[in-house]
């Protein structure tokens, strides 16, 4: 069943749902992170990984700074509308670490 951006369920989590980032090929995940309205409508729009900062309060693109762009090449929802996955083609590292995916720590 296709959704749309008025489908999704940004108020159960205060305005934001949570973004999983997915390889699109591996299906590793690379990161987690959240969007807003907004930030939904620029990376359908754009076809890369915008997001909303919980810490910043602003918008951002993955790569704006670092250049590690990720390619969305689909974006998929959960069958409660208030989650999404992001599938990209990464073009380096997904953490701002420089590590390859954010979870790279193991819990002890």
Known sequence: MDKTIDDIDFEKSGGLVPVIVQDANTKEVLTLA?????????????????????????????????????????????????AIIYLVEPSGPACHTGERVCFHNELK
């Open 34 to 82: 959240y969007s807003n309205r907004e930030s939904l409508e620029l990376a359908k729009k754009t076809r890369k990984s915008w997001f909303y900062s919980r810490s910043r309060n602003k918008l951002w693109m993955k790569g704006e700074e670092s250049g590690n762009t990720q390619e969305i090449k689909e974006i998929l929802v959960d069958c409660d509308s208030d």
